[in-house]
């Protein structure tokens, strides 16, 4: 079996990289690539996003036929896919960072500023938080409810369907931090730098 992060200059994904080799040592390849036909044969696909929608969004447009590949591994053969950060963001239809840019559409919402309430909460929200898990996600396998995972952001992806939030955090309000819709699974927080318990996610994710 093979795990494929697609590598799109979308900023530094070095972290996600070693932690997806820690977890999967001998037993399944991890390819870092952009390469279209290698993405298409893979088994199950990451996508990691670091830096503004905007960005992320512009820097795969960028990759002639990786917007249309990725849509045929995750909507058309409905292939594991996991969104981390911006990789997640970018599931929406559109996002309000920077400017208005439309995203991949597969999870229909949109991504706007976290609410900061004039000042009392910090952005961007950096550090650990608790999640609460609000659906049973085969991602969360084996993870406690309230376990704390390490983010950073200063935008939320608030959903259309409310039914596709697997876990949510409260900074400001109910941040929406996990998502699951059918082979599609995204995290606003970082797995790969939330110790063991990332980690646990990051196997499960591996193990589908």
Excluded: R
């Amino acid at each position: 079996m093979n795990v494929t992060i697609v590598d799109y200059k979308s900023g530094n994904i070095s972290s996600v990289i070693n932690s997806f080799k820690e977890v999967a040592k001998d037993k399944v390849t991890i390819e870092v690539t952009s390469d279209l036909n290698k993405i298409k044969s893979s088994d199950k696909v990451v996508l990691p996003g670091q830096g503004s929608f905007k960005s992320c969004v512009d820097a795969l447009n960028k990759i002639k036929g990786l917007t249309d590949t990725l849509n045929e591994f995750a909507i058309t053969n409905k292939k594991p896919l996991l969104g981390i950060c911006v990789g997640l963001q970018m599931f929406a239809d559109v996002g309000y960072e920077e400017t208005e840019t439309k995203g991949l559409g597969w999870i229909s919402g949109k991504v706007s500023k976290i609410d900061n309430q004039n000042g009392i909460f910090k952005l961007p929200h950096i550090g650990w938080n608790q999640i609460n898990i609000v659906k049973d996600s085969k991602i969360f396998k084996d993870i406690e409810n309230n376990s704390h995972m390490y983010f950073v952001h200063s935008y939320e992806f608030v959903p259309n369907d409310k039914k596709v939030i697997s876990a949510t955090t409260d900074y400001s309000s109910n941040i929406v931090c996990s998502v699951e819709k059918e082979n599609i699974f995204g995290t606003q927080f970082h797995p790969e730098k939330s110790d063991k318990i990332g980690l646990k996610i990051i196997s499960n994710f591996i193990n589908l």
